[in-house]
């Protein structure tokens, strides 16, 4: 017997109920393209629902400057830090 070995195209990384959090710009950043637009789910790979939810962040994050508008604001615009969600421990 054959198996199926078609591609699927959503992420194994993000399930299908994680939730896009507007307040962390490095997770958010990998979905924005150099001049500031946000990547369709045909490049980025996730569900049409979660795409909305990532829509949504991203535009919240802009609104309060987390994350750069346009294309002269991305050039101009540092990025984010990747600070890990887990607390240091010894």
Do not use: W
Not at 7 to 12: A, E, L
Not at 43 to 70: F, M
Request: glycine share 4%; charged share 30%; proline share 10%.
């Amino acid at each position: 017997m054959l198996k199926n070995k078609r591609r699927t195209k959503f992420r194994p990384e993000y399930p299908a109920d994680f939730a896009f959090d507007y307040k962390d710009p490095s997770t958010l950043y990998r979905f924005i393209m150099e001049g500031g637009k946000i990547v369709p789910s045909r490049i980025s790979k996730v569900s049409n629902t979660q795409q909305r939810r990532v829509c949504e962040a991203v535009k919240k994050a802009r609104n309060i400057a987390l994350l750069p508008l346009g294309n002269f604001a991305y050039d101009s615009f540092h990025r984010p830090e990747p600070i890990s969600p887990k607390p240091f421990e010894l």
